[in-house]
């Protein structure tokens, strides 16, 4: 292929040189469109105009991407919110990829989020996720990554979670208060951190308060077509417990359920709190103690983060993290 | 600009001709990435192989996007569910693009589906939307749209819904039936298809009961952040009804707020029915009786229209209309 320079793409393109000069310094006196078709045929042939290409490249898409595990869930359709507060604020789009809880989808949809349709990416890993080389690929590519909720670690870039371990510990100390004395944590992944956090301030909870080994489980509910009949089995079980952790909002329906099908007087014979910002949370049988997360803040803050890294190449994303405290709020459903 | 013919694209991509050739054709002998990169040069170069060729440059994108209101409601997300499921079997990335409602927000999104990001468009239009231009634009650029849920009359084009003008007879009755006799419809939009219809069943019902004019109420609940207080005021005038209809999901929450905080009991002093696929109804206080919409296999029926849509360009997308039936699930807040 010949060298491809500024007179190559005026010409092929029918523009003047400083026409494609200016384009290709992103100047206000060029129109989109023709920044675009500037941007489109340097990129195909390969031009790299200066040491900021890639930065400009990546400017034309004016898109972030949200990649998450589903939006059948308060908390991630809060965050949504919360990030496309900060996006339309800056003039962007957002588009909402679901891995449904896969690994193989959360990595194809990475993959194609770095072929230049997006300048940034927010994710929540799958519940699946447990290594990270898919992810370090976009700040490889220059494409800024930052993390919500559902981190992976082994990335070096910015995160932005909620105080999961002081929450596991803090909805685990009300059950006790409540006199629960066979506690269990309902997880739905035995990599996910926040699952773990969660479950190390269970653990040190339980460990405080002297209560036997045998006395508390940790369940993993990791399907979501049997958690019902897996909820039931232990409620069901001689080990019942008196206390249940839902360590995530899924959890909440079939636990509802099973207690309802079995005659299971909530909170009289078990005691329930949950991980979750359901707006339905006040008007269930019986109302649920939560712990709320504060969704909208969290994504409101990882797209504040994001666009610091995609406005300011300098901007160093790897050394920002923000934890942003969840609420405990107390309904009959621990009474 | 020179005549650019097949020759200039193999010069430039250092291919062999019948390479070229083969990819512009979609061959199934060359790779996804090499006829990404011959798409993209051809595109660029304005080079048109031969009739289909628009029909190839858009295969590329290998996306479709889902625009819709809102994710916190489980209609939306079980659809997107059916969408996603159908997509996976073409190999196709799901962009979703949410329009909070707002008409602007809609027109913009639709704009940038035109600019060869995505192959088509599946659409539930916001409660803003009353005109039909912004979306005429697609097939126009011969991007197929299917509206799914909520359409806009005045464009011929595939729409996948749900029975609402019986459903809303339907659920009017239920109520009758149930002693009901100063009924109101709750109504988020005045030009929403869904709504209207649903509505038209409801005075139906109404009118056939012989109830009175003045027995009989329609009130529109626009705003989000207002609906709790409004449907507290009504609650607590002396037109107080004994029976309401939720037309959509998210009217539920306020509704059993109010009720709660005004002692006003379900079913005993007012019975609730609503339009909602909302995972929580069997475990509220009480279990709501609900309309649930077959949300799933909508989306699964909007994409699969799409997806013929896609493939084939002569499939007529204008012929088709999908009516999925609705169902009623008795529970105790009717009782």
């Keep these: 292929m010949s060298k491809v320079n500024i007179k190559v793409l005026a010409d092929q393109l029918q523009l003047s040189v400083s026409t494609i000069s200016k384009a ?30 890639s930065s400009l490249r990546k400017k ?17 359709s809060l965050a949504i919110n919360g990030i496309q507060s900060i996006a339309e604020t800056k003039g962007y789009h957002v588009l909402i990829y679901l891995s449904h809880e896969s690994f193989a989808n959360e990595k194809t949809i990475l993959e194609d989020c770095q072929s230049g349709r997006v300048d940034g990416v927010l994710i929540s890993i799958s519940s699946e996720t447990n290594s990270a080389d898919h992810i370090n690929k976009l700040p490889a590519n220059n494409i ?8 992976q670690e082994g990335i070096e870039t910015a995160r932005v979670t909620t105080n999961d371990f002081d929450c596991g510990l803090m909805a685990t100390n009300h059950l006790l208060e409540k006199g629960v004395r066979k506690p269990a944590f309902l997880s739905i992944s035995q990599s996910l ?6 479950l190390e301030g269970f653990k040190a909870a339980v460990r405080e308060a002297g209560i036997p080994e045998e006395d508390m489980q940790i369940i993993y509910c990791t399907d979501n077509d049997s958690m019902y ?21 899924k959890i909440v329906t079939p636990v509802y359920l099973a207690c309802h099908e079995l005659n299971i007087n909530i909170p009289k014979d078990v005691k329930v709190i949950a991980f979750a910002t359901l707006d339905t949370a ?8 939560t712990i709320t997360q504060p969704a909208f803040e969290i994504g ?27 609420v405990l709020i107390e309904r009959e459903s621990t009474l």
């Design 300 to 326: 409101k803050a990882a797209a504040t983060l994001l666009f610091k890294g995609i406005e300011k190449s300098t901007f160093d994303l790897k050394k920002e993290s923000m934890v942003i405290p969840s």
């Design 282 to 289: 006040p008007i269930l049988n019986p109302p649920l103690t």
């Design 144 to 151: 800024p990554v930052v993390f919500f909720d559902r981190e």
């Design 24 to 53: 290709l310094r992103d100047s206000y006196e060029i129109s989109d469109e023709t920044k675009k078709k500037v941007m489109e045929l340097a990129t195909q042939l390969n031009y790299i105009p200066n040491p900021y290409a």
């Design 193 to 198: 951190p926040i699952c773990l956090n969660r």
């Design 60 to 76: 034309k898409s004016k898109t972030i991407a949200v990649v998450l595990p589903e939006v059948a869930d308060n908390f991630f």
């Design 229 to 249: 009949s897996q909820i039931k089995k232990i409620l069901q079980s001689e080990h019942r417990p008196d206390g249940l952790i839902a360590s995530v909002e």
